[in-house]
């Protein structure tokens, strides 16, 4: 067997993949790395004020051109 990875790009593609499964077409499996890596991309969203994020972006612009 094949292992592929779906992007879901509309909410409803859900039902149809479960049915797929239903008349045993495929099985879902979960991958846990990617589980991980979504929530770990998202885990830092808003912790810098946008001013902080500005004033260390000057920061590292100014030490690369040192």
Do not use: F, P, Y
């Not at 991958?31 to 590292?60: E, F, P």
């Amino acid at each position: 067997m094949k292992t592929i990875t779906i992007e879901l790009l509309n909410e409803k593609a859900i039902n149809l993949i479960k049915q797929l499964e239903q008349l045993n077409i495929l099985r879902i499996t979960i991958d846990s790395t990617s589980q991980k890596r979504k929530i770990s991309s998202h885990q830092w969203v808003g912790s810098l004020s946008k001013d902080t994020a500005k004033l260390m972006l000057a920061s590292v612009d100014q030490s690369r051109n040192e």
